[in-house]
């Protein structure tokens, strides 16, 4: 017997129907003799709609009574699955933020979890009852509800687990597990079976959006086990497990995955001074209008004590930042100021690296042998992130799940 | 400067454009340097939906979670409008059911209101902050979230304006007052200035659906003054007064208006014993069934210790009733069971009755005169109700409207 916390996200709760499939999938887990609880999201396209509402009422809204609205959602799903539960035989009952309660921060729309009070959970749990449990949302010291910001359901579900002491938990999702590439661009991706909790971060922060990032960074801090699988399809799913648990399958496997990102922009400003100071005065702007910088380059002085700078942003971004950075001339003090707004990002990534070498020179010449050029580079302990011509996206991530020894032997192309 | 409550239905709260006419309307009175709390309920179809969603879920569902599905309805609104208001540069803020808390009993969909907890709610509005009060939901001691039955929001108006000690309670709605009859068949029916409790109540139960039975009489005994006014037009609504308050105008008015009500059906039972136990053993299948009896007339035996029993119920309810009473035929001792489904109720409403002679007179007499036979007779303190046949009702209203003198001398027709 385990204690275990499952989880649904906005497609799996979509309509009635989802709302049983989900549940049959719950019923199997507690009549295995688990005691279970269940986090779930809204149906998928109602926090959007009652976002809009917020919208609608004032552009500028008082963030607390938006957690008001948007949070009602998570309730009504929490309320429905304990219904369709207790169709099935099975005792049921929800438990909204407040009751629990589950503690937050009390910055509405933004709210970072403090802790969960258990006892009277854990005494219904034990009695045999399944709870039910709204995601995104929790209660404030001030005695208002708050919500964890868009997502935040993930991240609920693994605070829950941590809370319970949940022996694992367990992400339903529309996906079946995460894979070592996206499969829309290479058909022979491969499902993996573990990937460490770093791993998954850096997967994650470069676009494979499988998992909230803050639910796998709580989920790494807190010890506790994950688990991604899908819905609707009866298939073993990703465990994201720590490095000690992965254990003996790095020995085999350099590289865990290979992510990108389209959506980057790159700004260079030539012959910027190399004295402090200088470097500050072209973030201090950007991290003040809150622009979030991803990758900076920045070469050796030339003789002259002058210095190139490059930094990549996200594409929508660059009509203001080339307004701050042009207005910041003075104080900077660079030559030039230029844009490429037609570049992707593409990164590989791995624990395996932190012990292997000739990672990146494998990287570089599959790379070249294609006649892929590479703007920038920038690397991490389990990363390495380059930046090429938009065009080549695709092929650059076939080019190297080949290269790392990634394409699965036999996949169904047509699945 | 007055304190009151301001209550909103669903009609009203149908979209973003009607929630900022009702704030104009909430603005306009805390301008005036009110302290104003407003109950509000879900947006028009909204509360439907959920139900369904439970419904769908599963036909017989647990109570206490269909109350925290369907009570999110007035969640959302409740934020909306705080929202809208501050956006008109007031101060609002939410108060959820378990917040204030809204105490009820714990009869899920169906609680009991038994008070409320004012405290922090007062000194909020004595601040300033114009309270925006979800209706239809409260709170059990048992920390579950409660509702009150459909239409539960106007009856959460009156016990917050009780709990509040509020200067009156006003209730928007899609009409604009309170009629002597339905204007739809009396184009000439004439909107009332004022109207007692028990009046109102005579005319809710037989068919005036203005306010929800239940919060005329909360009113009635927590003596709020309630005020029925339209969320769509600037006119002077209907108050609900006391009889004491509403003093000399009883002397000029007899009536104060005409109910009726389509939906009766009228079941025969011909000499049943008039003994102990009989006319009991009719109504306790009845009772168990939960059918709700309106008239019950019985004649004087004749000489042979047998009487007729007639009585009227929902026309919905035949089939059932009439398959009960064949069934307790033995048990009742009746000779012949009948019923007619082609028969409307109409009632004359006044508390002037109580002090004046000839009212029934003048009924029966004006009906006559119309050819319009009256089955069946029942009256109370301030009431006559006659059942007729369904295809004369119309004519039967606007012959007693006239008769009574109600006929506005210069009504605008094409209004």
């Given at each position: 017997?385990?204690?275990?916390?499952?989880?649904?996200?906005?497609?799996?709760?979509?309509?009635?129907e989802?709302?049983r499939?989900?549940?049959?999938?719950?019923?199997?887990?507690?009549?295995?003799?688990?005691?279970?609880?269940?986090?779930?999201?809204a149906?998928?396209?109602?926090?959007?709609?009652?976002?809009?509402?917020?919208?609608?009422?004032?552009?500028?809204?008082?963030?607390?009574?938006?957690?008001?609205?948007?949070?009602?959602?998570?309730?009504?799903?929490?309320?429905?699955?304990?219904?369709?539960?207790?169709?099935?035989?099975?005792?049921?009952?929800s438990?909204?933020?407040?009751?629990?309660p589950?503690?937050?921060?009390?910055?509405?729309?933004?709210?970072?979890?403090?802790?969960?009070?258990?006892?009277?959970?854990?005494?219904?749990?034990?009695?045999?009852?399944?709870?039910?449990?709204?995601?995104?949302?929790?209660?404030?010291?001030?005695?208002?509800?708050?919500?964890?910001?868009?997502?935040?359901?993930?991240?609920?579900?693994?605070?829950?687990?941590?809370?319970?002491?949940?022996?694992?938990?367990?992400?339903?999702?529309?996906?079946?597990?995460?894979?070592?590439?996206?499969?829309?661009?290479?058909?022979?991706?491969?499902?993996?079976?573990?990937?460490?909790?770093e791993?998954?971060?850096?997967?994650?922060?470069?676009?494979?959006?499988?998992?909230?990032?803050?639910?796998?960074?709580?989920?790494?801090?807190?010890?506790?086990?994950?688990?991604?699988?899908?819905?609707?399809?009866?298939?073993?799913?990703?465990?994201?497990?720590?490095?000690?648990?992965?254990?003996?399958?790095?020995?085999?496997?350099?590289?865990?995955?290979?992510?990108?990102?389209?959506?980057?922009?790159?700004?260079?400003?030539?012959?910027v001074?190399?004295?402090?100071?200088?470097?500050?005065?072209?973030f201090?702007p950007?991290?003040?209008?809150?622009?979030?910088?991803?990758?900076?380059?920045?070469?050796?002085?030339?003789?002259?004590?002058?210095?190139?700078?490059?930094?990549?942003?996200?594409?929508?971004?660059?009509?203001?930042?080339?307004?701050?950075?042009?207005?910041?001339?003075?104080?900077?003090?660079?030559?030039?100021?230029?844009?490429?707004?037609?570049?992707?990002?593409?990164?590989?990534?791995?624990v395996?690296?932190?012990?292997?070498?000739?990672?990146?020179?494998?990287?570089?010449?599959?790379?070249?042998?294609?006649?892929i050029n590479?703007?920038?580079?920038?690397?991490?302990?389990?990363?390495?992130?380059?930046?090429?011509?938009?065009?080549?996206?695709?092929?650059?991530?076939?080019?190297?799940?080949?290269?790392?020894?990634?394409?699965?032997?036999?996949?169904?192309?047509?699945?």
């Amino acid at each position: 017997m385990a204690r275990i916390v499952m989880k649904f996200g906005g497609t799996s709760m979509a309509g009635l129907e989802r709302i049983r499939a989900a549940a049959e999938r719950v019923k199997r887990e507690a009549e295995a003799g688990n005691e279970v609880a269940v986090v779930v999201s809204a149906m998928a396209g109602e926090t959007d709609r009652l976002v809009n509402f917020c919208r609608e009422a004032a552009p500028l809204h008082d963030s607390s009574e938006y957690d008001v609205v948007v949070s009602s959602g998570e309730q009504v799903t929490a309320g429905l699955l304990a219904i369709v539960l207790q169709s099935m035989g099975l005792q049921a009952r929800s438990w909204l933020g407040w009751q629990m309660p589950l503690h937050t921060s009390p910055t509405h729309a933004a709210a970072r979890i403090r802790g969960m009070a258990t006892e009277r959970v854990v005494e219904s749990m034990q009695a045999g009852v399944i709870a039910t449990i709204p995601g995104f949302q929790g209660l404030a010291e001030t005695g208002r509800v708050t919500t964890l910001g868009r997502g935040g359901s993930d991240t609920s579900a693994v605070a829950v687990a941590a809370a319970l002491k949940a022996d694992r938990c367990d992400i339903y999702t529309d996906v079946d597990g995460v894979y070592t590439t996206d499969p829309r661009i290479v058909p022979r991706a491969r499902k993996l079976e573990k990937i460490t909790f770093e791993e998954m971060l850096e997967l994650a922060s470069v676009g494979a959006k499988v998992l909230q990032t803050r639910s796998v960074e709580l989920a790494m801090k807190e010890k506790v086990k994950l688990r991604v699988l899908s819905s609707f399809r009866d298939a073993p799913g990703t465990d994201i497990v720590s490095e000690e648990e992965i254990g003996h399958l790095m020995e085999d496997q350099l590289i865990t995955g290979i992510a990108y990102s389209r959506d980057e922009a790159e700004v260079t400003l030539t012959r910027v001074a190399d004295k402090p100071g200088a470097v500050a005065a072209i973030f201090k702007p950007l991290a003040k209008h809150e622009v979030n910088v991803d990758m900076i380059i920045q070469n050796i002085a030339d003789a002259e004590g002058r210095t190139d700078v490059t930094f990549t942003i996200a594409r929508s971004e660059i009509p203001r930042v080339m307004e701050m950075l042009a207005a910041a001339r003075e104080e900077i003090g660079y030559e030039n100021l230029s844009y490429d707004d037609k570049v992707s990002k593409l990164s590989v990534v791995g624990v395996g690296m932190k012990s292997h070498t000739g990672v990146a020179s494998t990287m570089f010449s599959a790379l070249g042998e294609r006649g892929i050029n590479i703007a920038s580079i920038s690397t991490s302990e389990i990363k390495i992130s380059v930046l090429i011509a938009e065009e080549y996206i695709e092929l650059a991530v076939r080019v190297l799940h080949s290269a790392y020894g990634l394409d699965s032997p036999d996949v169904d192309e047509t699945a």
